[in-house]
């Protein structure tokens, strides 16, 4: 079994950074990990995904030049993604996404909020 573990949501004014972490446990290859976020009344959305081998990187072009995301090495399944230059339209709940070799079968964390004040 698969689990994803969000933290470092909040409350933040515009303007600030916050960073955001998750780490997976259980037993998995992983293809991709990633963030989404949904907004309150809006559908989920792509926000950055890192592709594990190569550690290529992609964004939302919402985001781009604000988020990074990032992780520390290979072995420690955990991602991060740093976002700075916060706008109010930033906030949503945020979701982790891993997609595993093999199958492809994604696994979603439970979501940590980042609330942007003006």
């Known amino acids: 079994q698969v689990q994803l573990v969000e933290s470092g949501g909040g409350l933040v004014q515009a303007g600030g950074s916050l960073r955001l972490s998750c780490t997976a446990s259980?037993?998995?290859?992983?293809?991709?990990m990633g963030w989404y976020r949904q907004a309150p009344g809006k559908e989920r959305e792509f926000v950055a995904v890192?592709?594990?081998?190569?550690?290529?990187?992609?964004y939302a072009d919402s985001v781009k030049g604000r988020f990074t995301i990032s992780r520390r090495n290979v072995v420690e399944n955990t991602v991060y993604l740093q976002m700075n230059g916060l706008e109010r339209e930033d906030t949503a709940v945020y979701y982790c996404?891993?997609?595993?070799?093999?199958?492809?079968?994604?696994?979603w964390g439970t979501g940590t909020l980042v609330t942007v004040s003006s």
């Open positions: 259980g037993t998995f290859s992983p293809l991709s």
């Open positions: 996404k891993l997609t595993s070799a093999g199958y492809g079968v994604d696994y």
């Open positions: 890192m592709r594990w081998s190569g550690g290529h990187t992609y």
